[in-house]
């Protein structure tokens, strides 16, 4: 596609025009420099970051508000695929009981304690562990 040049110059073609897609090189209006250039990269840097800070909060918030996803949490990280797959499990598990036994608050309750014994358990346990192995590496040492 052509447009009509508003200035004649030597590397217009004999009819007035300039290809569009070459407009850039016939443009007079203030040029990007390279510190705008990288003040561009340097924002859209920023931007990006938020952009995965709250994806990576509200998956943070899925792991938290999954019940089976808060009690796998403590064995292992769980991806962010494994996060989202247990959330659409979840709601789908939900929607198919009707979601009268999650919405009761003391059926909630007992799950969630339930979750958070289990959760405790397994700290102690790991630290028992850490500890055994401190103690039996500095007998080992001594």
């Known amino acids: 596609m052509k447009r009509l040049c508003e200035e004649s110059s030597s590397d217009t073609e004999s009819d007035g025009t300039i290809d569009v897609g070459r407009e850039e090189e016939y443009r007079s209006v203030s040029p990007t420099t390279t510190s705008q250039i990288q003040a561009r990269k340097k924002r859209r840097g920023i931007i990006e970051k938020r952009r995965r800070d709250r994806i990576n909060?509200?998956?943070?918030e899925l792991r938290r508000l999954?019940?089976?996803?808060?009690?796998?949490q403590?064995?292992?990280?769980l991806e962010k695929a494994e996060i989202l797959q247990m959330t659409v499990d979840h709601?789908?598990?939900?929607?198919?009981?009707g979601g009268t036994g999650f919405l009761d608050a003391r059926a909630l309750a007992v799950d969630y304690r339930s979750i958070g014994f289990r959760e405790c358990?397994?700290?102690v346990v790991r630290d028992k562990?850490?500890?055994?192995?401190?103690l039996s590496w500095n007998r080992y040492v001594d």
């Open 57 to 60: 909060s509200s998956l943070s």
């Open 66 to 72: 999954v019940p089976t996803a808060f009690e796998k």
């Open 74 to 77: 403590g064995s292992s990280k």
């Open 91 to 97: 709601l789908k598990m939900l929607h198919a009981t």
């Open 121 to 123: 358990l397994t700290e």
């Open 129 to 134: 562990s850490l500890v055994l192995l401190k």
